[in-house]
């Protein structure tokens, strides 16, 4: 297992940025698929991004795309969300998430076991 931790998280206006990070402990990082998912008052958890081992591949929401970018650094164990022209409806708790997920499954909660606590985002004026 892979121990996460995440954090950046707070209160921006809409329109405004964040860069969320998430630390990750043990000796494996480099062999996980880590992805950003994020979960809404009651709403289900839901797919943001998400970034391949070795960094080559990223994938993201629709409500992603253009407006956040997920990166990671092999060498010292982080996985970062950039988040750009933040909207109210972004607001949510912010989940770091590890897995080896096929690529038909990469965009599914299921196929990650290894979680954060989340870091708390709210988007509003």
């Known amino acids: 297992q892979v121990e996460l931790v995440e954090s950046g998280g707070g209160l921006v206006q809409p329109g405004g940025s964040l860069r969320l990070s998430c630390a990750a402990s043990?000796?494996?990082?480099?062999?996980?698929?880590m992805g950003w998912f994020r979960q809404a008052p009651g709403k289900e958890r839901e797919f943001v991004a998400t970034i391949r081992s070795n960094g080559g591949h990223t994938y993201y929401a629709d409500s992603a795309k253009a407006r956040f970018t997920i990166s990671r650094d092999n060498a010292n164990n982080w996985v970062y969300l950039q988040m750009n022209n933040l909207k109210p409806e972004d607001t949510g708790v912010y989940f770091c998430?590890?897995?080896?997920?096929?690529?038909?499954?990469?965009?599914?909660?299921?196929?990650?076991?290894?979680w954060g606590q989340g870091t708390q985002v709210t988007v509003s004026s």
């Open positions: 998430a590890a897995g080896r997920p096929i690529l038909s499954s990469l965009r599914q909660a299921a196929s990650y076991n290894n």
């Open positions: 043990g000796r494996t990082f480099n062999t996980y698929t």
